[in-house]
């Protein structure tokens, strides 16, 4: 068994990253994009755990970082806080309780702290990343980070939990 999970988990991980390699494209602002590559990784959180939902946003997040992404280290970082965030609380809720009902409750869950989490992270890091004021980034969250978030993460939420189903039925 422990064989077919790293299989498992380096072929979700190898899914990731094909996913941002050739979907992603610019959302709401030029330096956000949208990208499918949370999907195998929350995939894979509710077939192992959080733990292991997180060892693939790490090892994701480096090789996205140093092959696809052009945004350098701040783009490492922001893509393991948003994914992390995602994983971690999705994760963690699943586990406590394991349906179908539950695991809708854990996605929405997810998305809601992965976009509490983002609109806190964008405030520290996009005033560094895109070289502007901390009051410029403020003035953009509500309108443009926040729903951003909430649509992107959604996005790969409902596709996660419709491909789960799918392959847990088969």
């Not at 988990?9 to 956000?32: C, D, E, K, N, T």
């Not at 951003?148 to 790969?156: D, E, L, T, V």
């Amino acid at each position: 068994m422990k064989v077919k999970k790293i299989v498992t988990l380096g072929l979700l991980s190898a899914i990731s990253i094909i996913l941002v390699y050739f979907i992603r494209f610019p959302f709401f602002a030029s330096f956000l994009e949208y990208d499918p590559a949370d999907i195998p990784i929350l995939i894979a959180t509710i077939m192992y755990g959080t733990y292991e939902g997180m060892i693939m946003t790490f090892v994701v997040s480096i090789i996205q970082g140093i092959t696809v992404s052009s945004s350098g280290i701040i783009g490492i970082i922001m893509h393991i806080l948003s994914t992390g965030s995602f994983v971690l609380a999705t994760g963690i809720l699943y586990r406590f309780i394991n349906n179908r009902y539950s695991l809708i409750i854990s996605i929405i869950f997810g998305i809601i702290v992965n976009t509490i989490s983002m609109a806190i992270w964008n405030l520290i890091f996009t005033p560094i990343f895109l070289s502007t004021s901390y009051d410029a980034v403020l003035g953009i969250i509500i309108p443009i980070i926040i729903p951003f978030n909430i649509i992107k993460s959604g996005i790969n939420g409902i596709i996660t939990f419709i491909l789960y189903k799918f392959l847990v039925n088969k």
